[in-house]
């Protein structure tokens, strides 16, 4: 299995701040990578999808790097609505493995 | 508009079977390319991927519970169930549906499903 390791788990920032999250992964994905954001008791929601795509709908300020096995995802300036839980998650290949989650917190 | 819903037992007992239905709008599981599977997250926890479904009947199972798990599909009725037999507290979980399009990450999610496993 692919191992996904996210960093920090928890993040402290103030409305405003540029915050950025880092995926690891054990061996090379390319860049099938995709970011999600999860609020309190609601399904995870697509971010970014091939390491850098942002998808239709999502704000500018979110945006994605990386390939291989190093990963960013990057909020140029973070909103109310932005504090959640973000995930990595590969899908290069079975079983599709997910990050353990970064909390991003005020 | 792709939509997906979950439904099924909110509490299991240990040891009994869970069977979890996914009904889907929006597409069709005939079209080339798209699947339906499911992932699970714990309370307070990750989220874990379980078992998709594939257009042309390709199924894929997390190895460590891939003795535990089956999926199948009715495309003509546009569902998926999934099945997990032996249930521990342990699954206790939301269970959540999503679709896989060809080449892309998880853009659709059903609203997700809570199973608590008790006596």
């Known amino acids: 299995d692919i191992q996904m390791t996210q960093s920090p788990s928890t993040l402290s920032a103030s409305v405003g701040d540029r915050v950025t999250i880092t995926c690891r992964a054990s061996q090379s994905l390319s860049r099938w990578l995709a970011w999600y954001q999860q609020k309190p008791g609601k399904a995870p929601q697509l971010l970014i999808s091939?390491?850098?795509n942002l998808e239709s709908g999502v704000p500018s300020r979110f945006s994605g790097s990386g390939s291989g096995t190093e990963f960013t995802l990057t909020i140029s300036s973070l909103q109310p609505d932005d504090f959640s839980t973000y995930y990595c998650?590969?899908?290069?290949?079975?079983?599709?493995?997910f990050g353990q989650g970064t909390k991003v917190e005020i | 508009q792709i939509t997906l819903k979950e439904s099924g037992p909110t509490v299991v007992k240990p040891t009994q079977t869970l069977t979890l239905t996914c009904a889907f709008s929006?597409?069709?599981?005939?079209?080339?390319?798209?699947?339906v599977g499911w992932i699970r997250q714990p309370p307070g926890k990750a989220l874990e991927w379980l078992a998709v479904i594939y257009w042309n009947d390709a199924e894929y199972y997390s190895p460590s519970l891939k003795t535990r798990l089956s999926i199948t599909k009715d495309t003509s009725k546009n569902q998926v169930v999934l099945t997990m037999t032996n249930m521990d507290p342990v699954d206790t979980a939301t269970y959540y549906c999503?679709?896989?399009?060809?080449?892309?990450?998880?853009?659709?999610w059903g609203q997700g499903t809570l199973v608590t496993v008790s006596s």
């Open positions: 091939m390491a850098s």
């Open positions: 999503i679709q896989k399009g060809s080449g892309r990450a998880l853009a659709y």
């Open positions: 929006g597409f069709s599981l005939g079209s080339s390319g798209l699947g």
């Open positions: 998650q590969q899908y290069n290949s079975y079983p599709w493995t």
